[in-house]
């Protein structure tokens, strides 16, 4: 069965710190990967997708097909980017997502 | 992008009734899709709503709790029926554009319903 596990439900880290959200994935088809952020008061927005290979807001994500792993990263955390995260899998053909438990990130400062 | 707007924002119902959340979005999609987040949890897939056809539903969904009605391409309702407090949730719109290609979903606002 398809599965978005987010192992970490918190993580706390301060303010200029490296950060990495976990994500892993269980799927046997070809996955496309998405992290979607909800900040403070807003609606669910796209971050990033594993196909663009982009960096939004500094947050970067590599797929791992190897490892089925989409771990989101970012070298220096700032205070703006206190969130929930979520890592979310599409389903081949299917077009709907599969989303993970959520990280809900805190940044100290 | 586009953008999906909910009515209602929030509301509070009693055991036993139904409710009825639209979502309309700002320009034609192909795909809508209804997500159920209850209280502390992740985002729960309930149907894709086809146009002009019956909801597709998920795994423990059915459409007697659930009826969904896409008359168009720009807009659907969800129905919660025979409310109990555990449809306590925040209930979700979202949309993408295109099928046949990698495409954003966006997300409405949600519809935060509490049942007594």
């Known amino acids: 069965a398809q599965r978005v596990t987010q192992p970490e439900k918190l993580l706390s880290v301060f303010k200029g710190a490296p950060v990495e959200l976990k994500c892993n994935y269980s799927?046997?088809?070809?996955?496309?990967l998405f992290w979607y952020v909800q900040y403070s008061r807003q609606r669910l927005q796209l971050l990033l997708r594993?196909?663009s290979r982009e960096s939004i807001k500094g947050f970067t994500a590599d797929l791992n097909k190897g490892e089925t792993s989409f771990h989101l990263k970012k070298p220096f955390a700032q205070e703006e980017d206190s969130a929930m995260y979520y890592c979310?899998?599409?389903?081949?053909?299917?077009?709907?997502?599969?989303f993970g438990q959520g990280t809900r990130l805190t940044i100290n400062p | 992008s586009a953008v999906i707007s909910q009515k209602p924002s929030r509301d509070i119902c009693q055991r036993g009734t139904s409710l009825t959340i639209q979502c309309q979005v700002d320009?034609?999609?192909?795909?809508m899709f209804w997500y159920r987040q209850q209280p502390g949890q992740s985002l729960t897939l309930i149907a894709t709503?086809?146009?002009?056809?019956?909801?597709?539903?998920e795994s423990g969904f059915v459409i007697d709790k659930f009826p969904i009605s896409r008359p168009n391409l720009t807009f659907s309702t969800l129905t919660v029926s025979n409310m109990s407090p555990e449809d306590s949730s925040i209930y979700l719109c979202?949309?993408?554009?295109?099928?046949?290609?990698?495409?954003?979903?966006?997300f409405g606002p949600g519809t935060r319903l509490t049942v007594l």
């Open positions: 979202s949309a993408r554009r295109r099928t046949n290609s990698p495409d954003t979903q966006y």
């Open positions: 799927y046997s088809g070809s996955p496309e």
């Open positions: 594993h196909i």
């Open positions: 979310a899998l599409s389903l081949q053909g299917a077009q709907k997502l599969v």
């Open positions: 320009s034609q999609v192909t795909m």
């Open positions: 709503a086809n146009q002009g056809s019956e909801a597709t539903y």
